[in-house]
Structure formats: structure tokens, C-alpha cells
């Protein structure tokens, strides 16, 4: 599917500018126009799909990464003292969202949390800043299936010593994920489901 020349025109500063109502639909059309694929997947979860969401083609362009962590920060309660997530879909992230904080007066740091333990120096499972124990961190995610992702951020972030009670992503495939956060006693809460993603897409092709 080919996209709007204007989603890649730099000089367009929508991200930027544009009330959250209307960024959310701009960044809804951006998932549609560069992450959403359809056709034969195996998903990071080992479970097969008809379709796939590239979501590095959002959250890693210039106005994507501005549109996410514009969405994103306001759903973070005021006592929320870290964003993290697992690397490497929750880096961008994480970033957007730091960045973004500190032009709203309310700078949150960023922690990106490791697959596997550094070889080396401190041999860290989570990079960036150190926070004081007990520290309200909100764990981010691009795409949920089954939720075990983020689960890992979350279970390294505890360990850390930090307070971890909620979950955020940018899509909900509506396959478990949701319910077995829920029955991890953890807030869940996405910006989009999938359908309006699979809805949007088609409205898109069809203009």
C-alpha cells in the first residue's frame, strides 16, 4: 500500500502543532500508511498471523516519534517518576516520551531495560538513570499479543527495587495480552485496537 507524500515531508510539522484529538487520527493514518502489512507472519511470540505491524516505520519517523510521546505522556499519572520498556521496540519510545516531557515541565526520565545482562562493565539489566527505591516507574510497549514482552520489563524493574503497577502500548492485537495483565494485577491500557487500526487501513486503501 502506498502512502500520502506528506507523511514523509519533514516541512509538515503536524506532530508538533496539531490538538491530541487530531494527532491521535494523524498518528492512527501513519500506522496504517507504514506499519500495517498484511499476509503470512510469525509473530517475536511464535504465534502465526494474517497480519504484522512494523512499528519501528512510526515510532522511529520523525513525526511519529513526536506524535507518541505527545499521546502517550498524558497517561502517565503526575507521580509517575520513569518510563522503561523492553528493548528494542520500546526504545523509541521511551525516548519520545522523555524528550516530550521536559517541553511540558515535567521531565521523566527514560529506562531501557536489557534482554540479557550487559558482558560487561556493570553488567546492568536497566540502562539510564539510577532512581530511588520504591521509584513509580510505567513500563511501555509498541504491540501486545500475549503481554510477555513487557512482563519482562516488569519483573526486571521490581527486582531493580522499583514500583511498577501499570502497562501502557500503542496497539492492542486483542489476543490475551490485556487479560494477563490484568490477572498480573498490573493496569493495562492502549492507545489503539487493532480493529480501528484493520478498519482505518481498509478505509484508506478504498479512497
Known amino acids: 500500500m502506498t502512502h500520502h507524500a506528506e507523511t514523509l515531508n519533514q516541512q509538515s510539522i503536524w506532530a508538533a502543532t496539531t490538538d491530541l484529538v487530531t494527532l491521535r487520527q494523524h498518528l492512527l493514518d501513519l500506522f496504517c500508511q507504514l506499519a500495517y502489512q498484511e499476509g503470512d507472519f510469525v509473530l517475536a511470540s511464535g504465534l502465526r498471523s494474517s497480519y504484522y505491524i512494523n512499528k519501528t516505520q512510526v515510532t522511529l519517523h520523525p513525526q511519529g516519534a513526536l506524535a507518541v510521546g ?79 514482552s513487557a512482563m519482562k520489563a516488569v519483573e526486571r524493574l521490581r527486582a531493580a527495587g522499583y514500583s511498577v503497577n501499570q502497562v501502557i502500548a500503542l496497539v492492542d492485537r486483542q489476543q490475551g495480552g490485556a487479560e494477563f495483565y490484568q490477572q498480573a494485577g498490573l493496569q493495562f491500557e492502549a492507545v489503539f485496537q487493532i480493529q480501528e487500526i484493520q478498519q482505518r487501513y481498509k478505509e484508506l486503501a478504498n479512497s
Open 70 to 148: 505527545r499521546i502517550l505522556l498524558p497517561l502517565l499519572s503526575l507521580d509517575t517518576q520513569a518510563v522503561a520498556g523492553l528493548t528494542l521496540g520500546a526504545d523509541p519510545i521511551v525516548t519520545a516520551v522523555s524528550v516530550v516531557s521536559t517541553y511540558e515541565n515535567r521531565p521523566i526520565p527514560a529506562l531501557i531495560v536489557r534482554k540479557e545482562a550487559k558482558g560487561h562493565g556493570t553488567k546492568a539489566y536497566i540502562e539510564g538513570p539510577s532512581l530511588p527505591e520504591g521509584a513509580k516507574v510505567v513500563v511501555l510497549e509498541d504491540v501486545v499479543t500475549t503481554g510477555q
